[in-house]
């Protein structure tokens, strides 16, 4: 029973940790949490309401009223100068009144379609925060895994020529290696404890930006070779195909030029005649001195057709029209914009991946060139201290261009996805 348990616990303790390890924790972790894409869900649920608003021009409204009075006579005198005793009267008046719009030009109409469309608006503009969330929150995981890695370079670094150092010295006293050979592995010290010290800073740094969008504590262990798939285009014409379908900012262009044809028909609809019904009811209790109560029913149509407003609605019409004819320049303006950057960020997603390619080609050289240089080095062959130094820094240089290079690599496939509006939650795949 006890193994059984600890077998529970370390399968418990396995799962919690892949978790904290996993870049999709963090992403939900900044989807629920991000104030940003709270306040656009907040934003969103309020623009859903205008649905319901517009909907109501259509619908009866029902008012009730009622007052009560309470009249107070005194000092009457009559013609011919009797005075007569004080009279008080309560009055009372109730009424119901049912208002129901028949035809407004079709004003209604638009501005129910008006309301969808903003709706959708919102819909994408929440779409375009929750990828630019998923991106940052991604590449802010990413980033942190890059600037750990840099930091243990670096500090790898420095251990290295510590120990250099040390052994250096020590042939120096024997004569194999003349003082300007120590004072090179002396100034690549310092020189590699300054650029730690930096790449220690740049952590910080980044664990700072880690926590700022995610909402959650950096992790303490980072997976060196922990990757995410996702599913992406085949192709540049696949890509420039679903960017036109499903780009955020592009949607929100066209919606834009389709509100704007709908403010325009509501506009040209201030013109048209509109006509109303209304039906009310109204009691009145002690109403005079000669009637105690009465009831009233009332049935009313009304007409209208505005015909001169001094200008002001052949006014809208025009500025209407000159807003709708700005968001069709907006949209090509855009769809320009959209073909350019997709082709931009697939070319990014190819270079990304020959420069990932090339870089760890690099590292397997510059790994070879090193052991071999300080093995010779080390049994007093030809080599120098400069060569040995020249050597690190090389292999230096490579793992950190290697550790970019697959950071840069996993951004360019986020950016492309973004851009075709494919980043999202189902674009995650096992790798």
Do not use: C
């Not at 104030?35 to 319901?52: D, F, G, H, M, V």
């Not at 503009?125 to 991106?135: G, H, M, N, P, S």
């Not at 590699?192 to 952590?203: L, R, V």
């Not at 997709?342 to 070319?347: G, P, R």
């Amino acid at each position: 029973m006890i193994k059984y348990f600890i077998i529970l616990a370390l399968i418990f303790k396995f799962n919690i940790l892949s978790a904290e390890n996993n870049v999709l924790f963090f992403v939900e972790s900044a989807l629920q949490n991000n104030p940003k894409i709270n306040a656009e869900r907040e934003n969103l649920k309020a623009i859903k309401q205008n649905e319901s608003i517009s909907r109501s021009e259509f619908l009866p409204s029902l008012t009730i009223s009622g007052s009560q009075s309470s009249t107070e006579t005194s000092n009457i005198i009559d013609q011919s100068g009797a005075a007569s005793g004080d009279s008080k009267r309560n009055t009372e008046t109730k009424k119901i009144s049912i208002d129901q719009k028949i035809f407004q030009g079709f004003q209604g109409y638009n501005n129910f379609k008006k309301s969808r469309l903003e709706f959708e608006k919102a819909k994408n503009e929440f779409k375009q925060v929750e990828q630019d969330t998923i991106l940052n929150s991604v590449s802010s995981y990413y980033d942190l895994i890059f600037k750990n890695k840099s930091k243990d370079f670096n500090l790898t670094n420095v251990d290295l020529f510590e120990r250099q150092v040390e052994s250096d010295r020590s042939r120096l006293q024997k004569g194999e290696i003349s003082l300007t050979d120590l004072a090179q592995s002396e100034s690549s010290l310092a020189g590699a404890q300054a650029a730690f010290i930096k790449a220690d800073s740049e952590y910080l740094s980044a664990i700072a930006e880690f926590e700022r969008i995610n909402r959650t504590s950096a992790p303490k262990d980072l997976v060196d070779n922990l990757e995410v798939s996702f599913i992406m285009p085949k192709s540049l014409s696949e890509a420039l195909k679903l960017a036109y379908s499903n780009n955020p900012s592009l949607l929100i262009a066209r919606i834009n030029l389709a509100i704007s044809e709908k403010e325009l028909n509501v506009e040209k609809a201030k013109l048209s005649p509109s006509a109303s019904l209304n039906y009310s009811k109204t009691e009145n209790k002690d109403l005079s001195s000669t009637v105690d109560e009465d009831e009233q029913e009332t049935v009313k149509a009304t007409v209208s057709w505005p015909i001169i407003q001094g200008g002001k609605n052949f006014s809208s019409i025009k500025k209407f029209k000159h807003k709708k004819e700005k968001n069709a320049l907006l949209l090509e303006d855009k769809e320009n914009e959209i073909k350019t950057q997709t082709s931009t960020y697939w070319s990014f997603f190819q270079s990304a991946e020959g420069v990932l390619a090339s870089t760890e080609a690099q590292l397997k050289a510059a790994e070879i060139a090193n052991e071999g240089i300080t093995l010779e080095y080390d049994s007093g062959n030809t080599r120098t201290t400069l060569d040995v130094i020249q050597s690190r820094s090389l292999l230096l240089e490579a793992r950190i261009s290697n550790a970019k290079a697959k950071k840069d690599f996993i951004i360019s496939k986020l950016k492309l996805l973004s851009q075709v509006g494919s980043l999202d939650l189902k674009a995650f795949k096992a790798p």
